[in-house]
């Protein structure tokens, strides 16, 4: 078993992906996948699927996001058909299970990822109550970009001895420029949509991500750019799976 400490957008996908893909038996059963990993929300898992799938493909594997807010009957049909590793958020896995659509006896590979955000969304049962089912012989790895006490209690209740990893960041060496600027602007609420223009006038990055405090903030945010000439898109829970896949799917593009 394993048990490490990484930030986000450190690897960690590839570090277990490709072990697991090599790892796990093949010819998968119907309903009875081989390796799990369980994520906090519906794009991480679309973001883990999309890292292994091709890789999975190579080695003549297969495997399905499967997370609420998607048609649970195509996700069905799917696991129906036999997929050697399900990439699951918590709600849409429990209820699968209890479905009885899925049965996590022959999961020989089981990863939690992103256990601190898994946390702090409230999943920590329905993530304890998944452990508990799977039933067989299995490998465990648990990753989590902090472990207060609360995951270290799920890591010694699942985990036995495990291999403990810890990925520090690196010490900038002296004299060497940080790789990334941070600049803060005070700046009048009422101003700060044009604040904002003005900085991308200036810095004209290729993408960017700006994080807003409500859907409305988002939604408003959007039409003030949009009204400057740029091409920005929302995305928060006000708007249907189908809409955020679409937003996501043009962000990846570039469009």
């Not at 297969?62 to 195509?74: C, E, F, K, M, N």
């Not at 009422?190 to 859907?215: H, M, N, Q, W, Y």
């Not at 000439?229 to 593009?253: C, I, S, T, Y």
Request: charged share 25%; glycine share 8%.
């Amino acid at each position: 078993d394993v048990c490490g400490r990484a930030r986000t957008g450190s690897g960690k996908t590839l570090a277990f992906g490709v072990p697991m893909l090599a790892r796990v038996s093949g010819g998968a059963e119907p309903n009875r996948p081989r390796g799990l990993v369980l994520v906090p929300t519906r794009e991480l898992a679309l973001q883990v699927a999309d890292v292994l799938g091709p890789i999975a493909k190579e080695c003549g594997r297969s495997v399905l996001a499967t997370y609420g807010g998607a048609s649970r009957q195509d996700q069905v049909t799917s696991l129906s058909r036999g997929i050697d590793i399900i990439v699951a958020t918590p709600l849409r896995l429990v209820d699968l299970i209890k479905g009885k659509e899925v049965d996590l006896s022959a999961i020989e590979v089981v990863v939690v990822d992103e256990a601190d955000r898994m946390a702090d969304d409230g999943f920590t049962p329905q993530v304890e109550w998944i452990l508990r089912h799977v039933t067989g012989k299995h490998q465990t790895m648990l990753f989590s970009a902090t472990m207060p006490p609360r995951i270290e209690e799920i890591a010694k209740r699942h985990l036995s001895n495990p291999v403990r990893i810890k990925v520090v960041r690196e010490p900038l060496p002296s004299g060497e420029a940080a790789k990334v600027r941070q600049t803060a602007y005070v700046v009048p609420r009422e101003f700060k949509a044009k604040a904002l223009g003005r900085v991308l006038d200036i810095e004209r990055p290729a993408s960017a991500i700006i994080f807003c405090r409500t859907r409305t903030d988002a939604d408003e945010l959007v039409e003030a750019m949009t009204n400057r000439g740029f091409k920005p898109l929302a995305l928060h829970g006000g708007l249907a799976q189908e809409q955020r896949d679409r937003v996501m799917d043009r962000f990846r593009n570039g469009s």
